[in-house]
Each structure stands twice: as C-alpha cells, then as structure tokens.
C-alpha cells in the first residue's frame, strides 16, 4: 500500500482547487444524498443551478461520472450541456447527444434461478436492472451481504461482467471499463482537455477515478468518511460538497 492510500487524515480541497481545472462528479453520494432505493433519489433545484454555474466558470470542463445508466443522469438532471460517462464509465452521453436506450441484456435461466432465490430469502434486496449490469442493493438489508457476495460472482462467472462491491450495493459491470478509463478518455476531448483533472466522489468504485485524475496531474477528493483512498482531500458529506462547489462557483477567495 503506497502512502496516498494509507487511511489517514485528509485536509478538505482549497476554493481554488478548481481553477483552470477539468471537473469530473460522481451522483450519489457525492452530489445527492444516497437514497433506500435508486428511483427514490431527491435532485433539489440548488443541484441544477449549480451545476450551471460551474459549467459556466469551467468554460464547459465538466462531467459527471456515474453507475447510473447515463440516461438516467441526464434525466435526472435535466442539463443538456453536460458530458455524462454512465454505467461506470461503458456509456458516453456528450452534450447535443440523443438518448440512446439500452435494453438490458436477458440473463440465462440459471443467473435469473440464483438472482430469485437471493430476493426469496431476503426480500428486501433489491435487484436493479441495468443497460450493461445489473446491481444488489443490500441496503434495507444488511445481513444478506455474504450472500449477494456470492450471488453476484456466480453471475459474473456465468456472463463475463464484473462483480464491484460499494456501499451496500454489489454492481456487476461490463470489464474493462471504469471510471478511471471513462476520466482518461475525456481527457483527451474538448473541452475537458484544456484542464487539470479534479474528481470528486465518495465510493469505492470511484478509486479508479482517483487514481486517473492523479495520473493525469490532478487530484481526487473523497466525499464523506476517512477510509484508504487515492485521494488527496476530503469533504466530509454531500451538504459539505455541495457548499464547496458553491463557494468555487461564485470564485469565493
């Protein structure tokens, strides 16, 4: 383990952090409170305004970076100009872009055997269908994480997708694509090109962000509670980040 992953404390990102840089976002957790289920999300007008503003003092170098199906992002939040890289980084969504809907592919007779066996014994599992994976969302029910655990690697065993553990949810994601690679890969288009890479997110699978964005000469910020990271600053919860992101927006000193 290499010092910038140690669990130690991290110093919350100056206001000036952003200048002249390229902004990558993850949804929940780092911009949205993390909801019992995905389609319970709350997106309050103050995200919209902000994310316009940003857009505007970044010069268009910004990006959200989601497991969300990109789709979803852009309806969620409604903002046409925005680059969206969903499903962990396997959608790219550009601004002027139509919406392209993925069906999910059907899952064999054995997956779809093991998936209703898991939600048999614990019914408060939720399993989310999506264009390239699919996710367990365990949060309603904790005790049933071994469990989803292992359900989930049998799947990826029988289909080639991924199984990624994050908070309280196991993803089963396309291989070979991450939030590192989506963030790398942008980097190399305009506008977000012309800056330093920042991304900021709060879960395990946004390591990979971390760690491309440091690559690249820029810097990760961890969203809520000090755990190991790539990171270099912290912001301790969602209201913190938002209000951050207000005070670089407005070019408060």
């Known amino acids: 383990m290499t010092i910038s ?3 130690r404390e991290l110093p919350p990102p100056p206001v000036s952090l952003l200048r002249e840089a390229s902004l990558f976002l ?4 780092t911009l949205v409170t993390i909801a019992a289920r995905p389609d319970a999300v709350a997106v309050e007008h103050r995200l919209h305004e902000l994310l316009q503003k940003l857009g505007d003092r970044l ?3 910004l990006a959200i970076i989601s497991g969300r199906a990109a789709a979803n992002i852009r309806i969620l939040l409604d903002h046409p100009a925005l680059v969206i890289a ?8 550009r601004p002027g872009s139509a919406i392209v809907a993925h069906e999910a592919q059907p899952l064999d007779a054995v997956a779809q055997a093991l998936l209703q066996g898991l939600t048999a014994r614990y019914p408060q ?8 994976g699919l996710a367990l969302h365990y949060r309603q029910a904790p005790e049933a994480e071994a469990e989803c655990r292992r359900v989930a690697e ?3 065993a029988r289909t080639g997708l991924t199984a990624q553990p994050g908070k309280k949810v196991i993803e089963l994601r396309m291989p070979g694509a991450d939030k590192g690679t989506a963030l790398t890969a942008l980097m190399q ?3 977000l090109q012309g800056g330093r890479p920042i991304f900021i997110g709060d879960d395990e699978t946004d390591e990979a962000g971390f760690r491309a964005a440091a690559a690249l000469g820029g810097v990760g910020v961890l969203v809520g509670d000090m755990r190991a990271t790539a990171a270099a600053f912290r912001l301790a919860d969602v209201d913190r980040t938002l209000a951050w992101l207000e005070d670089t927006a407005r070019g408060t000193p």
């Open 189 to 191: 288009e305009p506008p």
């Open 154 to 156: 049998q799947i990826g």
């Open 5 to 7: 992953q140690e669990a």
């Open 125 to 132: 599992v939720l399993i989310e269908r999506k264009p390239l």
């Open 86 to 93: 969903g499903s962990h980084g396997a959608e790219i969504l």
């Open 59 to 61: 010069d268009g170098r």
């Open 26 to 29: 993850d949804f929940d957790g």
